[in-house]
């Protein structure tokens, strides 16, 4: 896994991407798009309200982490689980610009959840 760096904020989108084995190669499928980063490492998302209604966050610098927290809704964060059964080489990140806009975000792949219903996959150990 490679740490995400200083590019990375809470309140972000990402992209996870994993390899699957495809006719003896490992190839790299897009997993989700648009997901929302909520922590980076022991950093958090902490929006205060405004008085016009709206949010601001709180962006207190930043450094290099191992770890993100995104945010899923219960079906996706499912459908996760059984797809990191078939990424032996863990997840990769694509960072999106600050002023991304993704339609459908937070939709895991539904051609890979497709093609994953007719592979066996060994249990973990």
């Given at each position: ?61 930043l450094m290099s ?55 066996v996959t060994p249990?973990?150990?």
């Amino acid at each position: 896994q490679k740490a995400p760096g200083d590019i990375l904020r809470p309140g972000d989108l990402v992209n996870l991407l994993g390899r699957f084995p495809v006719r003896g190669s490992l190839q790299p499928y897009r997993i989700i798009e648009g997901v929302k980063v909520v922590g980076v490492g022991g950093r958090t998302l902490r929006e205060t309200p405004l008085p016009t209604g709206g949010w601001a966050s709180n962006d207190e610098g930043l450094m290099s982490y191992r770890e993100i927290t995104i945010e899923l809704t219960p079906e996706a964060s499912l459908q996760m689980e059984t797809i990191l059964a078939h990424v032996p080489l863990g997840l990769e990140i694509e960072v999106l610009p600050h002023n991304a806009l993704v339609s459908n975000g937070g939709v895991v792949n539904p051609e890979l959840l497709r093609g994953l219903q007719h592979v066996v996959t060994p249990p973990r150990n």
